[in-house]
């Protein structure tokens, strides 16, 4: 990995006298953040003193990629750091994310489903992530709706929130119904709490444990993005 680069020259710069290197010392930005579909995980600063560290962000785009297609776009910093300041003001460590980089070709698979897609998803440009925190995710959402850098929906039901760096704007979208959805219209209550991360790092339902298939997430993306009518 590129990582490799970036740790070799941070032992080369800690060889250096102290005055010498007190200039270089970056601010990190860091993200621990675990795919929900593929399992990855990325842990490691983005962003230090001088900006955008470019290692990092192709790392993240690639770990945030469409896993359909395995497609990649650049993904805009704007919202990396809004992830970051919504997660640090609750002081969470780590987020899973639920939704990230859509290709237009997966949002028209999503669009010929029931309940479609909003048709420019802030996820095709590479601008939106939808992500779970084990604690505190309704004060995350709250501070991140206080900072006014982006959209931010509200799913208190299913147990995330969704950021972007597009137009500010706030909504709210409870979920009621979700689990006969996600179940393929049985019926079953189990989805009406949010989602938890199971022993083998994957999402399950939190009281049952049932495992969250791929099914489930598009059901539940494809069903929101018409419900919401903006562009999550």
Same mark, same amino acid.
């Given at each position: ?9 941070? @032992? ?10 007190? +200039? ?7 993200? #621990?953040?675990?795919? @929900? ?6 842990? =490691? ?10 290692? *990092? ?22 919202? +990396?750091?809004?992830?970051?300041? *919504?997660?640090? %003001?609750?002081? %969470? ?17 999503? @669009? ?5 897609? %909003? ?8 601008? *939106? +992530?939808?992500?779970?925190?084990? $604690? ?5 959402? $709250? ?26 704007? #706030?909504?709210? +979208?409870? =979920?009621? =119904?979700?689990? @006969? ?16 991360? =199971? ?5 399950? *339902? ?6 969250? $298939?791929? %099914? ?17």
């Amino acid at each position: 990995m590129h990582r490799r680069k970036f740790l070799a020259l941070a @032992a080369s710069a800690a060889a250096l006298p102290l005055p010498a290197r007190a +200039l270089s010392v970056p601010d990190f930005w860091r993200l #621990n953040l675990v795919n @929900a579909h593929t399992g990855e995980r990325f842990n =490691g600063p983005y962003r230090d003193s001088r900006g955008v560290i470019p290692d *990092a962000l192709e790392e993240l785009s690639y770990f945030l990629r469409d896993f359909h297609s395995g497609e990649k776009i650049e993904y805009d910093v704007a919202v +990396l750091d809004f992830v970051t300041r *919504a997660m640090d %003001a609750v002081g %969470a460590t780590k987020a899973t994310v639920l939704s990230a980089y859509r290709t237009p070709e997966t949002n028209a698979m999503l @669009a010929r489903t029931n309940f479609g897609v %909003a048709e420019h998803s802030q996820h095709m440009y590479g601008r *939106a +992530l939808d992500i779970y925190l084990p $604690t505190r995710l309704e004060d995350a959402m $709250t501070a991140a709706r206080a900072m006014k850098r982006g959209g931010v929906g509200w799913y208190p039901s299913s147990g995330f929130i969704h950021l972007d760096s597009g137009p500010v704007r #706030n909504w709210n +979208l409870d =979920g009621r =119904g979700f689990g @006969a959805q996600l179940l393929g219209g049985h019926g079953s209550p189990w989805f009406h709490e949010p989602l938890a991360i =199971g022993s083998d790092g994957g999402l399950v *339902a939190k009281r049952t444990g049932r495992p969250v $298939t791929v %099914a489930d997430r598009l059901s539940l993306h494809s069903m929101l993005s018409r419900a919401v009518g903006l562009s999550p």
